[in-house]
C-alpha cells in the first residue's frame, strides 16, 4: 500500500510538473507574441510618422516637386497596410483607419488642384496610432 501511494504521489507530481511547464511554455510564448506585435506596431508607427514629416515637406515644397506628396503617402499607405495585417487591437485598428482617411482626404485635396491642402488631420492621426502603439 505504501509502494501504491508512492507511485500516485510520484505520478501526481509528474503531471503537475508537466502541466505547469505547459502553462508557463504557453504563457511565455503568449506574452513575447503579444510584445512583439507591439514592437511591430511600435516600429511601424514610427516609420509612419517619418512619412508624415515627408509629407508635411512635400507639401511646403509642392511647387518644386509635386510627386514628394504623393510618394510620401504611398509610404504611409504600406506602413498602414502593415500594421493592419499585425494587429488585431481595436484601438489600433481604429487609429490606422483614422489615419487612412486623413491620407484619402489629402489624396483628394491633391488630386483636385489644391497645392497646400490641410494635412493636421494626418498629423493627428498619426500622433493617435503613436500613442495606442505604445506598450
Given at each position: 500500500?505504501?509502494?501504491?501511494?508512492?507511485?500516485?504521489?510520484?505520478?501526481?507530481?509528474?503531471?503537475?510538473?508537466?502541466?505547469?511547464?505547459?502553462?508557463?511554455?504557453?504563457?511565455?510564448?503568449?506574452?513575447?507574441?503579444?510584445?512583439?506585435?507591439?514592437?511591430?506596431?511600435?516600429?511601424?508607427?514610427?516609420?509612419?510618422?517619418?512619412?508624415?514629416?515627408?509629407?508635411?515637406q512635400?507639401?511646403?515644397?509642392?511647387?518644386?516637386?509635386?510627386?514628394?506628396?504623393?510618394?510620401?503617402?504611398?509610404?504611409?499607405d504600406?506602413?498602414?497596410d502593415k500594421?493592419?495585417?499585425?494587429?488585431?487591437?481595436?484601438?489600433?485598428?481604429?487609429?490606422?483607419d483614422?489615419l487612412?482617411?486623413?491620407?484619402?482626404?489629402?489624396?483628394?485635396?491633391?488630386?483636385?488642384?489644391?497645392?497646400?491642402?490641410?494635412?493636421?488631420?494626418v498629423?493627428?492621426?498619426?500622433?493617435?496610432?503613436?500613442?495606442?502603439?505604445?506598450?
Amino acid at each position: 500500500m505504501a509502494t501504491s501511494r508512492r507511485r500516485l504521489g510520484r505520478r501526481s507530481t509528474a503531471i503537475a510538473a508537466t502541466a505547469a511547464a505547459v502553462a508557463l511554455t504557453a504563457g511565455l510564448t503568449t506574452g513575447c507574441d503579444a510584445v512583439n506585435k507591439a514592437l511591430d506596431c511600435v516600429q511601424t508607427a514610427d516609420a509612419i510618422a517619418d512619412s508624415v514629416t515627408e509629407l508635411q515637406q512635400a507639401v511646403e515644397n509642392a511647387s518644386n516637386d509635386p510627386t514628394q506628396a504623393d510618394e510620401a503617402l504611398d509610404s504611409i499607405d504600406k506602413n498602414l497596410d502593415k500594421i493592419g495585417d499585425k494587429t488585431d487591437d481595436t484601438d489600433v485598428n481604429k487609429a490606422v483607419d483614422d489615419l487612412q482617411s486623413a491620407v484619402t482626404n489629402v489624396r483628394e485635396a491633391i488630386k483636385n488642384g489644391d497645392k497646400t491642402p490641410d494635412i493636421s488631420p494626418v498629423t493627428d492621426a498619426a500622433g493617435e496610432l503613436t500613442k495606442v502603439c505604445t506598450p
